[in-house]
């Protein structure tokens, strides 16, 4: 009986002890193979470096190629710089002055998750910063005059006498990275090989730009309505042309750029889309998540809600790149970035008007923002903020209401308490530091006694006493009670909808503000789903009105004439200055359509806005674009 | 044979089950005073027209006396948020309320009912002015009164300074939480006790007009969760079997999404979301604890003797459980209130620090959240410790109230 049980229990502990060796041995076999794998893997990838010379890249240290030392310009870019038909003129400002030290990590902030990485489709802020970093375009403006361009991917550029063919011939030492993929799985062998930047890649953009099925490229689309025809005239030289010369034509064609064909036209085992749905599968492309540019910096890492990494091209040609790294940290708390600048987390960031009051205006003497631990600078960038009033609604549909409106705003209170002077009133579709910017209008004065008699002319009354304005509108007393649309996580927003109800109330309209998130936002200002809402427009130097005022662009689904404006004169002042290219004449073309918005006032303009920014005192050289992005880091070195 | 000498004592008291709660109650002092405590915010509450409004009690500028202030009181363009008007209709309605409760009062102690009789009657009479005033609210809501928005402070400055003839009565502080035009984000002075908010608003006026606010979503936001957690919770420990299976999966679903993040969706949805809406969401996705606390009454009460009569003497279901069980099973649910209410001030703060709160009420999690972005101390600390002591106080009453109904604590 004891014998029996001492026995059994035995062999009982003997089966489970075999049970886990075997368990073990599976697992450990498993872990062997994989490191086996992983090893190959390595050998053939340093074996890869090794044949295309560039192990310095792959080890991070080593010697480095292009950046600022070393930068060699092949013969035929010097000798199309003496070309006099050349668009092109050389730059002889410098990113980087001649003692820039190398290397170093830069810490950058970003204000929320970028959607994806595919150039086309995105147009956030956000994605176009990091393409500033990543990509490259034909052209650009000069560093510090935004009247010459220089040529960044290409390097000739010939206008036709007619001015509708463009022909631009590309440099060929131009590689498209290494796409971020898991290059250990094997899967992804077909993306291997340098890639060199060929016209046929800025055909492949515009191919793209052009097919109706990619909805993100709308926007961009409608500068290209007069479109002709564009073709790879060899792998380095692209033609494109217009059937009517346009002025904007000119930098929009400076602004195109290549798409990598080589990963957008295949999905991810590498089979070719069939051409009826490439638009498609490119608006939802494999590879969205990440970009792929040729640019100065390689997209290298990107973390939802965690980092955007990106690693120093040492292949770039045309140098400036100075940083080993750019880390973009996500802080979507409006707060953390004041306080990561006093820690040193951060090396650069702007400050929001509420953050410079607390740390600037009203902060300690000793604070790192005063004792010169952190340098202070400012910059114009081409922004100016709005009220927009949906004139397809029974309220804003006269013009007078619309002045009211603009009579009953009290801007200049919001910019000198609440937003601490950091801005210029604008009264204008332009930014106040643009070259055409009319400055002999003055901005609506706050007078509610102007705003009730405008009112009362437009046939708002209170007919039937109870405080609100009301107008008979096809048999329906209609109330004047709206709602204000703001972005509900800023509380600068807010703020300009608190006392702007007040002011309203006053003259016998009630507002409803109604903050909401940006995502819901933005989809209810695009189905015109909205009363009025405030919101800004960022544009670039040259005066292009089409996008947001042209009465084409109000009936579009997405389009930016989000309010409904329809003015054939406004239409026609548009298309002339489209068409002008004579800059005087331009200025007096722009100068009559301000006078005539400001008239109009389809919007209520508020303001143009400075930013304050800061960054570390190891940081050097800073200096701020004049285009967009203006915070661009090119120009800065980490000293020591 | 002696016999012990009986003292004289009184008959023993008729004491309710409410009797002794109360006495035991009455003897944890904090609780006790935390009581008197919330009781003096809802005065406070109530009477916040008395002391800031931006319209004088009596007007004269020429054309009779007028009372602009009693008319603002129930104005919607004024006052844009229900729950003002229901706090001011209260206040113009404490005189009137208090001579008829005492009328009341009276007459029921001179019909010498016995404790009991006459404490259902009391509970009758409350039952019936409750409802009154609440048919008064609903029907100032459904006719509402509206007039122009005057400022009378600046007509009356502006008549004395051009020496027109003007006489007006102000409350102290004259005007309310929506006025705005003072110097942004000052800092706290003579003038503006708690300073002025980034949209250059009174700190100390939206504090007082902001109890309101908390001390309503609370107790609504409450009221509805209880509803539903009671009536789920007694048909699953009532019915048990394939009832309680279903509710018990339905509780289990509703509690394994993060009440936030439902918050978060239902809000992003509404285009004008006010604070009925969060009061209505925070009481849709709160009810599941509730419902388990009763359902876990009803199951120990469901096989005491008194049920099982009621049950053989052919009650019907409702009256069992309504009258019968729940009476039994409420203690621990009254518990439950009132930690709910001070979970739910908290909640609607969260929500307004999010910024999805209803910008037209003077909720304190919005000048919180103010304070937090623009980094000025006096934003962040009067709302900060009024939410503090609100909920520590209902915290208090509610730890007082779970002691007082423990046998076990009984001294």
């Given at each position: 009986?004891?014998?029996g049980f001492?026995?059994?229990v035995?062999?009982t502990?003997?089966?489970?002890?075999?049970?886990?060796?075997?368990?073990?041995?599976?697992?450990q076999?498993?872990?062997?193979?994989?490191?086996?794998?992983n090893?190959?893997?390595r050998?053939?990838?340093?074996?890869k470096?090794?044949e295309?010379n560039?192990?310095?890249?792959?080890s991070?240290?080593?010697?480095?190629r292009?950046?600022?030392?070393?930068?060699s310009?092949?013969a035929t870019?010097t000798?199309?710089?003496?070309d006099?038909?050349n668009?092109?003129?050389?730059d002889?400002?410098?990113?980087?002055?001649s003692?820039?030290?190398q290397g170093?990590?830069l810490?950058?902030?970003?204000?929320s998750d970028p959607?994806g990485?595919?150039?086309?489709?995105?147009?956030?802020?956000?994605?176009?910063?990091i393409?500033?970093?990543?990509?490259?375009?034909l052209?650009?403006?000069?560093l510090?005059?935004?009247?010459q361009?220089?040529?960044?991917?290409?390097?000739?550029w010939?206008i036709?006498e007619?001015?509708?063919?463009?022909?631009?011939?590309?440099?060929?030492?131009f590689?498209?990275?290494?796409?971020?993929?898991?290059?250990?799985s094997?899967?992804?062998?077909?993306?291997?090989?340098?890639?060199?930047?060929?016209?046929?890649?800025v055909v492949?953009?515009?191919?793209?730009m052009?097919n109706?099925?990619?909805a993100g490229a709308?926007p961009?689309r409608s500068?290209?309505?007069?479109?002709?025809?564009y073709?790879?005239?060899d792998?380095h030289t692209?033609?494109?042309r217009?059937?009517?010369p346009?002025y904007?034509?000119k930098?929009?064609?400076?602004?195109?750029?290549?798409?990598?064909?080589?990963?957008?036209?295949?999905?991810?085992?590498g089979?070719?889309?069939e051409?009826e749905v490439i638009g498609?599968r490119?608006?939802?492309?494999?590879?969205?998540p990440?970009?792929?540019?040729?640019?100065?910096y390689i997209?290298?890492?990107?973390?939802p809600?965690v980092?955007?990494?990106?690693?120093r091209?040492?292949?770039?040609?045309l140098?400036g790149?100075?940083?080993?790294?750019?880390?973009y940290?996500?802080l979507?708390?409006?707060?953390q970035?004041?306080r990561k600048?006093?820690?040193g987390e951060?090396?650069l960031?702007s400050l929001?008007p509420a953050?410079?009051?607390a740390?600037?205006?009203?902060g300690?003497?000793?604070?790192?923002f005063?004792?010169?631990q952190?340098?202070g600078g400012?910059?114009?960038?081409?922004?100016?903020?709005?009220?927009?009033?949906n004139?397809?609604q029974?309220?804003?549909a006269?013009?007078?209401a619309?002045?009211?409106?603009s009579h009953?705003?009290?801007?200049q209170?919001?910019?000198?308490?609440v937003?601490?002077?950091?801005?210029?009133?604008?009264?204008?579709?332009?930014?106040?530091?643009?070259?055409?910017?009319?400055?002999?209008l003055?901005?609506?004065s706050?007078?509610?006694e102007?705003?009730?008699?405008?009112?009362?002319?437009?046939?708002?009354?209170d007919?039937?006493?109870?405080?609100i304005r009301?107008?008979?509108?096809?048999?329906?007393?209609v109330a004047?009670d709206?709602?204000?649309i703001?972005?509900g996580?800023?509380?600068?927003?807010?703020?300009?909808?608190n006392?702007?109800?007040?002011?309203?109330?006053?003259?016998?309209?009630k507002?409803?503000v109604?903050?909401?998130e940006?995502?819901?936002?933005?989809?209810?200002?695009?189905?015109?789903?909205?009363?009025?809402?405030?919101?800004?427009w960022?544009s670039?130097?040259p005066?292009?009105?089409r996008?947001?005022?042209h009465?084409s662009?109000?009936?579009?689904?997405?389009?930016?004439?989000?309010?409904g404006?329809?003015n054939?004169?406004a239409?026609?002042?548009?298309?002339?200055?489209?068409l002008e290219?004579?800059?005087?004449?331009?200025?007096?073309?722009?100068?009559?359509?301000?006078?005539?918005?400001?008239?109009?006032?389809?919007?209520?303009?508020?303001?143009?806005?400075?930013?304050t920014?800061?960054?570390?005192?190891?940081?050097?050289?800073?200096?701020?674009q004049?285009?967009?992005?203006?915070?661009n880091?090119?120009p800065?070195?980490?000293?020591g | 044979?002696?016999?012990?000498l009986?003292?004289d004592?009184?008959?023993p008291?008729?004491q309710?089950?409410?009797d002794?709660v109360?006495?035991q109650?009455?003897?944890n002092?904090?609780?006790?005073?935390?009581?008197w405590?919330?009781?003096?915010?809802?005065?406070?509450?109530?009477?916040?027209?008395?002391?800031?409004?931006?319209?004088?009690f009596?007007?004269?500028?020429g054309?009779?006396?007028s009372s602009?202030w009693?008319?603002?009181i129930?104005d919607?363009?004024?006052?844009?948020?229900p729950?003002?008007i229901?706090?001011?209709?209260?206040l113009?309605?404490?005189?009137?309320?208090t001579?008829?409760?005492y009328a009341?009062?009276r007459?029921?102690?001179?019909?010498?009912l016995?404790?009991r009789?006459r404490?259902?009657?009391?509970?009758?009479e409350?039952?019936?002015?409750a409802?009154l005033?609440?048919?008064c609210?609903?029907?100032?809501?459904?006719n509402?009164?509206?007039?122009?928005?005057?400022?009378?402070?600046?007509?009356?400055?502006a008549?004395a300074?051009?020496?027109?003839?003007?006489?007006?009565?102000?409350?102290?502080?004259?005007?309310?939480?929506?006025?705005?035009?003072?110097?942004?984000?000052?800092?706290?002075?003579?003038?503006?006790?708690?300073?002025?908010?980034?949209?250059?608003?009174d700190?100390a006026?939206?504090i007082?007009?902001?109890t309101?606010i908390s001390?309503?979503?609370?107790i609504?936001a409450v009221?509805?969760?209880?509803?539903?957690?009671?009536i789920?919770?007694?048909?699953?420990g009532?019915?048990a079997?394939?009832v309680d299976?279903i509710i018990?999966r339905?509780?289990?679903?509703?509690?394994?999404i993060p009440?936030?993040?439902?918050?978060?969706?239902?809000?992003?949805?509404?285009?004008?979301?006010?604070?009925?809406?969060?009061?209505?969401?925070?009481?849709?996705?709160r009810?599941?604890?509730?419902?388990?606390?009763?359902?876990?009454?009803?199951?120990?009460?469901?096989?005491?003797?008194f049920?099982?009569?009621?049950?053989?003497?052919?009650?019907?279901?409702?009256?069992i459980?309504f009258g019968?069980?729940?009476?039994?099973?409420?203690g621990?649910?009254?518990?439950a209130?009132?930690?709910?209410?001070?979970?739910?001030?908290?909640?609607?703060s969260t929500?307004?620090f999010?910024?999805?709160?209803?910008?037209?009420?003077p909720?304190?999690?919005?000048?919180?959240?103010?304070?937090?972005?623009?980094?000025?101390?006096?934003?962040?600390?009067?709302?900060?410790f009024?939410?503090?002591?609100?909920?520590?106080?209902l915290?208090?009453?509610?730890?007082?109230?779970?002691d007082?109904?423990?046998?076990?604590?009984?001294k």
């Amino acid at each position: 009986m004891q014998r029996g049980f001492l026995r059994a229990v035995l062999s009982t502990l003997l089966l489970v002890g075999f049970f886990v060796m075997t368990i073990v041995n599976v697992w450990q076999s498993n872990r062997i193979e994989k490191n086996l794998i992983n090893l190959l893997n390595r050998i053939e990838a340093v074996e890869k470096a090794l044949e295309n010379n560039d192990f310095g890249a792959i080890s991070g240290h080593g010697r480095t190629r292009g950046g600022i030392f070393g930068v060699s310009e092949p013969a035929t870019v010097t000798a199309a710089m003496s070309d006099p038909k050349n668009v092109f003129s050389r730059d002889n400002a410098n990113w980087l002055p001649s003692d820039a030290k190398q290397g170093g990590t830069l810490n950058l902030k970003m204000g929320s998750d970028p959607k994806g990485f595919n150039w086309l489709i995105e147009n956030g802020a956000d994605v176009s910063e990091i393409q500033a970093y990543v990509h490259v375009q034909l052209g650009n403006y000069h560093l510090k005059d935004v009247t010459q361009y220089k040529g960044e991917l290409a390097y000739h550029w010939e206008i036709s006498e007619d001015k509708r063919t463009h022909t631009l011939k590309l440099r060929s030492d131009f590689f498209w990275h290494k796409p971020t993929v898991d290059w250990a799985s094997g899967r992804y062998d077909w993306l291997e090989g340098p890639h060199p930047v060929t016209a046929h890649d800025v055909v492949f953009m515009l191919d793209l730009m052009t097919n109706d099925q990619v909805a993100g490229a709308a926007p961009l689309r409608s500068y290209f309505d007069e479109l002709e025809s564009y073709e790879a005239l060899d792998d380095h030289t692209f033609r494109i042309r217009f059937s009517t010369p346009k002025y904007m034509q000119k930098v929009m064609v400076m602004g195109l750029y290549p798409l990598p064909q080589f990963l957008y036209a295949n999905d991810e085992v590498g089979e070719a889309y069939e051409p009826e749905v490439i638009g498609k599968r490119f608006e939802d492309h494999w590879y969205n998540p990440m970009g792929l540019g040729a640019g100065p910096y390689i997209l290298s890492r990107y973390e939802p809600g965690v980092a955007v990494e990106l690693k120093r091209n040492p292949k770039f040609p045309l140098g400036g790149n100075a940083m080993d790294k750019i880390l973009y940290s996500i802080l979507k708390d409006q707060n953390q970035p004041p306080r990561k600048l006093r820690t040193g987390e951060l090396h650069l960031s702007s400050l929001q008007p509420a953050q410079y009051r607390a740390e600037v205006l009203e902060g300690d003497e000793d604070s790192p923002f005063k004792n010169g631990q952190l340098q202070g600078g400012e910059f114009w960038s081409y922004n100016y903020f709005y009220i927009a009033w949906n004139a397809d609604q029974p309220y804003f549909a006269d013009k007078r209401a619309r002045q009211a409106m603009s009579h009953a705003f009290n801007a200049q209170l919001l910019i000198d308490d609440v937003f601490l002077g950091l801005g210029e009133r604008c009264t204008g579709p332009m930014p106040t530091v643009q070259p055409y910017y009319d400055r002999s209008l003055d901005p609506y004065s706050f007078d509610l006694e102007k705003a009730k008699i405008l009112l009362e002319e437009a046939g708002w009354t209170d007919s039937d006493g109870d405080g609100i304005r009301d107008k008979l509108i096809d048999g329906d007393l209609v109330a004047f009670d709206f709602n204000f649309i703001v972005f509900g996580s800023s509380n600068e927003y807010k703020t300009i909808g608190n006392i702007y109800k007040e002011d309203l109330a006053k003259i016998g309209i009630k507002m409803n503000v109604s903050p909401m998130e940006w995502a819901n936002l933005l989809k209810k200002v695009d189905a015109r789903e909205f009363d009025a809402v405030t919101l800004a427009w960022i544009s670039g130097p040259p005066v292009d009105f089409r996008q947001i005022w042209h009465s084409s662009q109000a009936d579009l689904p997405k389009g930016s004439n989000r309010v409904g404006f329809r003015n054939a004169e406004a239409d026609r002042i548009i298309e002339a200055l489209e068409l002008e290219f004579d800059e005087a004449k331009r200025k007096a073309l722009s100068h009559e359509f301000h006078k005539l918005l400001y008239d109009e006032q389809p919007y209520t303009f508020f303001y143009t806005r400075k930013s304050t920014v800061f960054w570390q005192r190891e940081l050097k050289n800073v200096w701020f674009q004049l285009t967009r992005p203006h915070v661009n880091t090119r120009p800065f070195y980490l000293e020591g | 044979m002696s016999q012990p000498l009986l003292p004289d004592v009184a008959p023993p008291q008729d004491q309710t089950f409410g009797d002794i709660v109360w006495l035991q109650f009455k003897k944890n002092r904090v609780a006790y005073f935390s009581l008197w405590g919330l009781g003096a915010l809802f005065v406070l509450a109530t009477t916040a027209p008395l002391v800031a409004l931006g319209r004088p009690f009596i007007w004269n500028i020429g054309e009779g006396f007028s009372s602009p202030w009693l008319t603002g009181i129930f104005d919607r363009n004024y006052f844009e948020n229900p729950v003002d008007i229901f706090f001011n209709m209260l206040l113009v309605m404490v005189l009137p309320i208090t001579a008829i409760a005492y009328a009341r009062h009276r007459h029921i102690l001179r019909l010498s009912l016995d404790k009991r009789p006459r404490r259902a009657k009391v509970l009758k009479e409350l039952r019936i002015g409750a409802g009154l005033i609440f048919v008064c609210f609903v029907a100032i809501l459904v006719n509402p009164h509206a007039e122009p928005y005057t400022q009378y402070a600046d007509i009356a400055e502006a008549r004395a300074e051009a020496g027109e003839d003007v006489s007006a009565f102000f409350p102290p502080v004259k005007y309310m939480f929506r006025k705005t035009g003072f110097k942004s984000l000052s800092r706290p002075s003579a003038t503006h006790w708690l300073g002025v908010d980034e949209s250059t608003r009174d700190v100390a006026v939206r504090i007082l007009y902001g109890t309101r606010i908390s001390l309503t979503i609370g107790i609504i936001a409450v009221a509805i969760y209880m509803t539903i957690g009671i009536i789920l919770g007694a048909l699953a420990g009532f019915y048990a079997g394939k009832v309680d299976i279903i509710i018990q999966r339905l509780i289990e679903i509703v509690m394994s999404i993060p009440a936030l993040i439902i918050i978060l969706v239902l809000v992003a949805f509404l285009e004008k979301p006010s604070i009925f809406h969060i009061m209505l969401v925070i009481g849709l996705v709160r009810w599941t604890g509730v419902a388990r606390l009763v359902r876990g009454e009803f199951y120990r009460l469901r096989g005491q003797d008194f049920v099982t009569s009621a049950i053989a003497l052919g009650y019907p279901p409702q009256r069992i459980i309504f009258g019968h069980i729940l009476p039994n099973a409420m203690g621990p649910v009254l518990v439950a209130a009132t930690f709910g209410v001070a979970g739910a001030i908290l909640l609607e703060s969260t929500l307004s620090f999010l910024g999805l709160g209803d910008l037209s009420a003077p909720s304190w999690g919005q000048t919180l959240s103010e304070g937090y972005s623009s980094g000025a101390w006096h934003l962040i600390l009067a709302p900060g410790f009024a939410i503090f002591i609100t909920v520590s106080l209902l915290n208090l009453v509610g730890e007082g109230l779970r002691d007082a109904l423990d046998p076990k604590m009984r001294k």
